[in-house]
């Protein structure tokens, strides 16, 4: 399908493809996928920015009396759903979030992302590029519909054939997100049993932020279509690797990466250290943002390939930045303590921040690492430097709260009510008593 840019092209498209639906989507500050669904008729509407919804009925955005909002489709995101009949099709649009008033709404992600990347582009970069390699795994589901945490699958990494049952769903996935012009680079089987990871080609920021909500829903629909439960929980299962979603990123200046320098005994240029300064310097204050939930710091512990402590290498995978071998254009850096539960515009956005905070103030990485850091006892962790990411929702929040940059790149209204939804989910947690306390006490006290 050729990219439609016109508003006259999509009333077109609407109209000769029989389409009835149309969903204009958004996402809430905890990355949930959010969507107004008008019809056909709406269309042109919906073009011209004139459909409103209620605001107020979306965790942290606005008060009950202040709760008309606008949705301002981007038209470059209109696509068909491939997994939808023939007949009375269904077709989407990414829209940012506007006051009545024709000003951007702060507590838009959309909108936290394009500030960081305008500063971005104030500094002279003319690209942010990455790529996301989100895992999932995919459960079976009981006789009523609910996920189980049953995979029916013996496979390892990169297995193929009969062990791995979620393979035709996954075949499935890569065909109807190439369908909605995703360029799937690879897709494999993980490490657990049940686990999956499929990779598509990186892209400017915005694009790959849009890109992975859509790759969410597509992957939560195609394998509930055939009977699976997919889930981007983190660590859905004690004892095996979780679901990580490894974030590689690049800037370029002038069409050219601005992380290579061939004259560097790594190929890495000044600009690309001082990014990885950027990162390590506030990589736990990011943390309640690229790693939100409870259950993210179950994944964040050592043994399981998730990283745990601040350091970096160029090929280490213990290490919690790690540079890709290839060089020239594709030089990138690659943080891999992100999980696919974040909220990807405002975790794209906070490792922007802190990069570019990086370069402004020319900040140096420590030295790199090249031992296995999860063999290394306390001592010698503590005389290379090496701290850890937190260890709990509860510690990142309270690094957020204490990271100055962080906080401003997602601005007042976003960091008050996010950290407000973690506390109470951190609340919940700390007060709810679970199996395994009731397994541990009930007998023996």
Known sequence: MTHLHTKEDIIR????????????????????????????????????????????????????DESDQYLYPDLKSFRVFPW????????????????TDGTPFVGDPRGVLKRVIQK??????????????????????????????????????????????????RREICMALEQMDFEIEASHHECA???????????????????????????????????????????????????GMHTNMSLFRNGKNAFYDPNDARGLSKEAYSFIAGLLHHVKGMAAITNPLVNSYKRLVPGYEAPCYLAWSASNRSALIRIPASRGQSTRVELRSPDPSCNPYLAFAVCLAAGLDG?????????????????????????????????????????????????????EHVAANYIEGKWKEWEEYRTRVSSWEREKYIINY
Do not use: W
Not at 193 to 221: C, R, S
């Open 359 to 411: 370069i402004e103030k020319g900040m140096t990485p420590p030295d790199e690492i090249t031992e296995n850091i999860y063999a290394m006892d306390d001592a010698t962790r503590k005389a290379h430097g090496i701290e850890g990411l937190p260890g709990s929702l509860e510690e990142a929040i309270h690094a957020l709260e204490a990271d100055q940059l962080i906080m401003d790149a997602l601005g």
């Open 120 to 169: 971005a582009k104030d500094m002279g970069f003319d690209t942010f590029n990455v790529g996301p390699e989100a895992e999932f795994f995919l459960f079976q589901t009981d006789d009523e519909g609910k996920p189980t945490t049953k995979t029916n699958d013996e496979a390892g990494y990169f297995d193929l054939g009969p062990l791995d049952h979620g393979e035709s769903t």
């Open 84 to 99: 939808r009949p023939g007949h009375g099709k269904v077709a989407r649009l990414i829209c940012d979030v506007y006051n």
């Open 193 to 243: 049993e049940g686990q999956h990871e499929i990779d598509f080609k990186y892209a400017e920021a915005l694009h790959a932020a849009d890109n992975i909500m859509t790759f969410k829903l597509a992957v939560k629909t195609l394998a509930q279509k055939n009977g699976l439960h997919a889930t981007f929980m983190p660590k859905p299962i004690f004892g095996v690797a979780g679901s």
């Open 13 to 64: 498209i609407v109209k000769e493809e029989d389409i009835e639906f149309i969903r204009l989507q958004f996402t809430d500050i905890f990355g949930m996928l959010k969507n107004v669904a008008i019809t056909a008729s709406q269309i042109e509407k919906a073009v011209n920015n004139q459909c409103m919804f209620d605001g107020s009925s979306i965790d942290g955005f606005v008060r009950i």
